[in-house]
């Protein structure tokens, strides 16, 4: 299987449409276990479809690392730092992009209900997400 680089992954969320960011509300439908949620397919709100160009989520047994499978072949991994209600913190493995304060870049994962996601980067204000989302395939 080919491996992409996360600068890569950074590379194509960017393109397709995550680099600005937009206050959002909180979500209103609890995700009270982040990792189960996110495990199976997903394709991106716009140009994504689930039957070619889709993207799978494999979360380890530890629940410490996941898997990124996508439609097209490329993998990459990602430590998953943190999980709460709603949230997965987590760190793309290979990742060297620093923040301009210096730190890695480090994610949030926030779920906006089960089948729907946002990112936000940590030097983001704390109610900022991707204006872009990502969607459940049923």
Request: with cysteine.
């Amino acid at each position: 299987m080919k491996r992409i680089s996360t600068k890569g992954i950074v590379t194509i969320m960017l393109l397709a449409g995550c680099a600005g960011s937009v206050n959002r509300q909180p979500t209103t439908e609890s995700v009270p276990d982040p990792l189960a949620a996110m495990e199976g397919r997903w394709r991106n709100a716009e140009s994504g479809d689930c039957a070619t160009n889709w993207f799978e989520y494999s979360v380890a047994p530890n629940r410490r690392q996941y898997t990124t499978r996508r439609s097209n072949g490329p993998s990459n991994t990602a430590t998953v730092l943190h999980t709460e209600p709603n949230r997965v913190y987590l760190f793309y493995d290979g990742e060297t992009r620093r923040t301009p304060q210096g730190d890695l870049l480090l994610w949030w994962m926030i779920f906006e209900g089960p089948k729907q996601y946002r990112m936000r980067r940590i030097d983001w204000a704390q109610d900022s997400r991707t204006t872009f989302f990502w969607l459940k395939c049923d």
